[in-house]
């Protein structure tokens, strides 16, 4: 029989093997899948561009606001409009969007009142939609906040255009504009959301690059699926694998975020993603768990045993699997930090490595008994279906 070391022993072998494996899939295919998004990437075809709609939802005014919208009207694309949904007039974001009006004439405010029986997003998007020309033949879906280039709207829709899918989506990174720790750490977070797209089964639509076709659109009811959901793009992907339609990644079409991230805000923003997979991904979600609290476990034993070694407390003889869980660590930090745009100096960056995980698997406790989320100033309450039951101002 083995003594508690010994099983000790073997169990944290049996994880590190299984560690090592996700690792090295993260990083073959997320790399390579990152490289691909690259605006160098991007090879744009001779067309026929079918006409789009892009539906910008936007809500609240940063200081970017207005470049960042005005650059979703110059795309090199021949035949598009932009549509932006926002909730009231009283929004600062209608007034900033008012002053583009005049320059740009492909450009439209719509004012879509409060919503009742799904999350605000995804009202403003459906109203959008409304507004969209009869003829538009893509539907774009995107966020306010970020700055797209030029060739964005043509990376998106050639895939489309060329007959390879009915949905294509990109990605975005987040790019550091302080060193705090929870900004660093938001930006490693989505990093590794976007090194797990690497795996295509993995990947979903992400609601600030999407474009599908109107008429795949309206097949898969998703007018309706969102008129009672509190997310786009994790509803739309559980949609889109109920019906076995793929999805084809936007080469070239990466986006960057900029952000600054406080504690609370990171928290906030990583209850929601780990909350959404509960509503419609629940054993994806009950999976990423066990991993979460496993990688963490074993990191924080590792790291508790050569603390116990350097006090004089264990033999250093015994640290051999807890120094290769922790090399092993460093070693994909160090591996995919060339691939990050904004890591951070390295002392910083691992830093801000342990404290993701450990605010992930805080987040994912803080979703156990949950079924409601805050979203701005209202409160979701959903079924177990992912259905909004009810909306409260808070």
């Known amino acids: 029989m083995l003594s508690a070391r010994e099983l000790l022993v073997s169990l944290m072998t049996g994880l590190l093997a299984l560690i090592l494996v996700v690792f090295g899939v993260f990083y073959y295919y997320g790399c390579r899948y990152i490289r691909q ?45 932009v549509i932006f949904a926002v909730r009231s007039e009283a929004d600062p974001a209608a007034g900033v969007i008012k002053t583009l009006l005049p320059e740009f004439p492909l450009a439209r405010l719509v004012l879509c009142g409060p919503a009742s029986g799904c999350s605000q997003k995804n009202h403003n998007l ?22 797209t280039p030029a060739h964005w709207l043509q990376a998106l829709v050639q895939p489309l255009a060329r007959g390879e899918a009915l949905v294509s989506s990109s990605y975005h990174h987040v790019i550091p504009q302080d060193t705090h720790l929870a900004t660093l750490g938001r930006s ?76 609370a805000s990171w928290e906030n923003w990583f209850i929601r993603q780990i909350i959404y997979l509960k509503f419609y991904f629940y054993l994806p ?89 805050r979203w701005r100033h209202l409160y979701y309450t959903v079924d177990r279906q992912g259905l909004v039951t009810g909306i409260q101002e808070v």
């Open 37 to 81: 998004g690259e605006a160098a990437s991007f090879r744009p075809g001779p067309g026929p561009w079918p006409r789009a709609a892009v539906i910008v939802p936007v809500a609240g005014a940063s200081a970017e606001l207005r470049e960042n919208l005005r650059s979703r009207l110059i795309q090199d694309y021949p035949d598009y409009q």
């Open 126 to 147: 459906l109203m959008g939609i409304q507004a969209a020309a009869p003829d538009v033949a893509v539907l774009v879906f995107s966020d306010a906040n970020q700055t």
């Open 188 to 263: 490693l977070a989505v990093f590794m959301i976007y090194l797990g797209k690497g795996i295509a089964s993995w990947d979903q639509p992400w609601g600030g690059s999407t474009a599908i076709k109107r008429q795949a659109f309206d097949e898969l009811q998703i007018s309706r699926l969102w008129s009672q959901t509190v997310v786009d793009d994790v509803s739309l992907a559980k949609r889109l694998q109920e019906a076995r339609v793929k999805m084809a990644a936007a080469v070239g079409g990466v986006l960057a975020t900029p952000a600054r991230e406080n504690l």
């Open 285 to 373: 979600w009950l999976l990423a768990g066990v991993g979460l609290f496993a990688l963490l476990g074993v990191t924080l034993l590792a790291l508790a045993h050569l603390g116990l070694a350097v006090l004089g407390w264990a033999a250093w003889t015994s640290t051999g699997p807890s120094l290769v869980v922790l090399l092993s660590l460093v070693v994909f930090l160090g591996l995919i930090r060339p691939v990050h745009p904004g890591p951070g100096p390295w002392p910083r960056y691992l830093n801000a490595a342990l404290l993701t995980l450990i605010m992930a698997a805080w987040c994912h406790y803080r979703t156990w008994f949950a079924w409601g989320l």
